[in-house]
């Protein structure tokens, strides 16, 4: 059995967002993982590029800690992301949870990379995960 990204993806018919984040948080928490929202969508070319490479080394190693947890934007209204603390203006974005899943501060998009390869990816990743506030090298 391989290593994989410890990841949960939030439905409407699991509950409230804010419900599900808090009960996806917890169960981070509860395994010493940091909890991590990670805002996708299916038409979005760098979210199929990380979908791509999430078994890659790197990035394995990259979000190694964690506990991500989907929500896919198409999904959720921009009204129930805002109510909640999430400003999400574009895809992928990966924002860091509080224990109760509400949003931190700290968050990281793809614009903060060039071409989406494991090589420019995971140590932007690799940072934030890891509570860098600004992941750029």
Do not use: K
């Not at 010493?32 to 990380?50: D, E, K, S, T, V």
């Not at 947890?69 to 109510?83: C, F, H, K, M, Y």
């Amino acid at each position: 059995m391989g290593a994989a990204i410890a990841r949960a993806e939030v439905a409407p018919t699991g509950g409230t967002l804010g419900d599900q984040l808090a009960r996806h948080a917890r169960a981070a928490r509860e395994h010493a993982l940091q909890p991590i929202a990670y805002f996708h969508a299916a038409w979005c070319a760098p979210c199929r590029a990380i979908a791509r490479w999430q078994n890659d080394p790197a990035m394995l190693e990259a979000f190694r800690g964690a506990q991500v947890i989907g929500v896919d934007i198409d999904v959720w209204t921009p009204g129930e992301l805002s109510a909640l603390g999430f400003h999400v203006v574009g895809v992928p974005t990966w924002v860091a949870l509080e224990p109760d899943g509400r949003p931190t501060e700290r968050s990281v998009t793809s614009a903060e990379w060039g071409d989406d390869v494991p090589a420019n990816m995971a140590p932007v990743l690799s940072a934030f995960v890891r509570g860098a506030r600004n992941p750029l090298p």
